[in-house]
């Protein structure tokens, strides 16, 4: 298991209206964003191989929350799936079902069944539905809604975490015993708020209560509000061991690797109506990403 890291980091138009309460796409108190620094002492887990991993299936479904359905990417407080970099038909983004299937094999074979808000106790209802398409992949995103609460103690446990998520397999694994499964890690939150504290536009619209549990009062560096954040990333990195662990397990699933983490975002690949949710220049990071991953052939 990977080694926490415990240290803190060295932080490196009109302004919304109050609607944006409503913005985070993760139960008004949070949301979601791709994100990275790799600070730990032990070396990074590579995107574990399968074997028999098919590096070019014929559909795809993708599972998830906000990011997956382009939430804020395009207009506030409006889900953009055109721009999701899973499904997305954007070619600004070039997402990973038309890099997979091609723009006409994207149209007709892929799907998105992400929701904005979902955590990962909504996953299971998701893979039900995916599999009814019978995809021979799918793709799961999900898991800052958990993270981003009110307060820190409203964090989604470790083990109710690793209990739906594995129920969620389990699901998929009663229809499809062989679809081909790939996982991304839970976005650096941390750095989200490192990224984002430089913006004064940004620290207002967080105020509007966006992931209050790590991006409340983005200036205060007290002992108190160091310890809160330390504690969120714990969470998402225990998190990220849960996705890592249980798709080990499974012989047709792979997981990234901590590589959605692990990617140093900017601000240009942050929303510029929350400087939260993923960026159109973001979505098209993420595809990248999964891409990679994905069309890397099994061992």
């Known amino acids: 298991m990977r080694k926490r890291r415990h240290r803190s980091r060295a932080v490196s138009g009109a302004v919304l209206t109050a609607a944006l309460l409503a913005v985070t796409g993760c139960d008004a108190t949070g949301g979601n964003s791709p994100g990275p620094e790799g600070t730990g002492t032990k070396a990074r887990p590579s995107a574990s191989p399968t074997p028999a991993w098919d590096s070019t299936p014929r559909s795809l479904v993708a599972v998830g929350d906000s990011i997956t359905r382009g939430f804020d990417a395009c207009s506030v407080l409006s889900d953009c799936p055109e721009v999701s970099w899973a499904t997305g038909s954007d070619a600004s983004v070039d997402s990973l079902a038309v890099r997979l299937l091609g723009r006409t094999g994207a149209a007709e074979r892929s799907w998105n069944y992400a929701v904005t808000g979902a955590r990962m106790a909504d996953l299971p209802n998701q893979v039900a539905r995916a599999v009814t398409r019978k995809p021979e992949l799918v793709t799961v995103m999900i898991g800052a809604n958990d993270a981003c609460r009110a307060t820190a103690d409203e964090m989604t446990p470790v083990a109710d ?139």
């Open 161 to 299: 975490f690793r209990a739906d998520f594995q129920d969620a397999m389990d699901t998929l694994r009663d229809s499809l015993p062989k679809a081909q499964v790939f996982v991304t890690s839970v976005p650096d939150l941390k750095r989200l708020w490192s990224e984002g504290r430089t913006n004064p536009l940004g620290k207002q619209v967080w105020k509007l209560g966006i992931c209050p549990s790590m991006l409340a009062d983005p200036d205060v560096l007290t002992t108190a509000a160091t310890e809160r954040r330390e504690a969120v990333q714990d969470r998402v990195e225990a998190y990220n061991d849960v996705l890592r662990d249980v798709c080990a397990e499974d012989r047709h699933c792979r997981y990234d690797g901590d590589a959605v983490f692990d990617y140093r975002f900017g601000q240009a690949q942050l929303s510029q109506w929350d400087w939260f949710h993923p960026s159109v220049d973001g979505q098209a990071r993420l595809a990248e990403i999964a891409y990679r991953i994905i069309s890397r052939k099994g061992e």
